[in-house]
C-alpha cells in the first residue's frame, strides 16, 4: 500500500513538472509566435524544417506502431502454437493415464486370479489335512474302543469268576441273587 502512495505521489510530482514545462513551452511558443510574427521570412524556411520533423516523428511512430502491431501478430501466434502444444500434451498424458490404468487392472487381474488359485490350492491341502486327521483320530477312537472293549470284557471276565467264587463259597441265597443279576444284564 505505501509503494502504490508513494508511486502515485511520484505521478503527481511528474505530472507537476510536465505542467510546468508545459507552461514553460508555451511562454516559450508565444514569444517564437510574435518573434514569427515579426520575421514572417525566416519563419517560412523553419516552419518547412519543423514540417519535415514532424513528419519523420510520424513515420517513425507509424513505424512503431507497425512493429507493435507484429509483436502483437507474433506473441497471439506464440500463444495459439503453447495452446496447441498444451493441448497435444494433454491428450498424450491421458493417452498414458488409460494405457497405466488398462495395465494395472491387467496386472490386479491376474494377481486376483493367481491368489484365489493359492487360496484355492490351500484349502484342497487343508481339506486333505484335515480329512487325514478325521481319518486318524477315527482309527486310534476305534482302537481305544476295542482296548475298552477287551478291558471291560476281561473285568466282566474277573468279575464272574469273583462271583462264581462268592455263590461257591456263599451258596444259597447270596448265589442265587447274584446269578439273578447277572442274567438280567
Known amino acids: 500500500m505505501v509503494a502504490m502512495e508513494e508511486r502515485v505521489s511520484r505521478l503527481e510530482g511528474a ?9 514553460r513551452i508555451g511562454e516559450e511558443i508565444r514569444d517564437l509566435r510574435s518573434d514569427v510574427n515579426s520575421r514572417i521570412e525566416g519563419v517560412e524556411g523553419r516552419i518547412e524544417g519543423v514540417n519535415s520533423r ?5 513515420s517513425r511512430i507509424e513505424g512503431v506502431e507497425g512493429r507493435i502491431e507484429g509483436l502483437r501478430g507474433e506473441m497471439n501466434g506464440r500463444m495459439d502454437e503453447t495452446n496447441r502444444a498444451i493441448e497435444g500434451l494433454r491428450a498424450e498424458m491421458n493417452v498414458q493415464i488409460e494405457g497405466l490404468r488398462a495395465e494395472m487392472n491387467v496386472q490386479i487381474e491376474g494377481l486376483r486370479a493367481e491368489m484365489n488359485v ?8 487343508m481339506n486333505g489335512q484335515i480329512e487325514g486327521l478325521r481319518t486318524e483320530m477315527n482309527g486310534q477312537i476305534e482302537g481305544l474302543r476295542d482296548e475298552v472293549n477287551k478291558r471291560m470284557g476281561g473285568l466282566e471276565a474277573r468279575l464272574n469268576a469273583i462271583l462264581i467264587s462268592v455263590i461257591v463259597v456263599g451258596g444259597g441265597v447270596v448265589g442265587s441273587l447274584v446269578t439273578l443279576i447277572l442274567r438280567t444284564t
Open 54 to 58: 514532424i513528419e519523420g516523428v510520424n
Open 15 to 23: 505530472y507537476e513538472q510536465v505542467d510546468r514545462r508545459l507552461g
Open 118 to 125: 493359492q487360496i484355492e490350492g490351500l484349502r484342497t491341502e
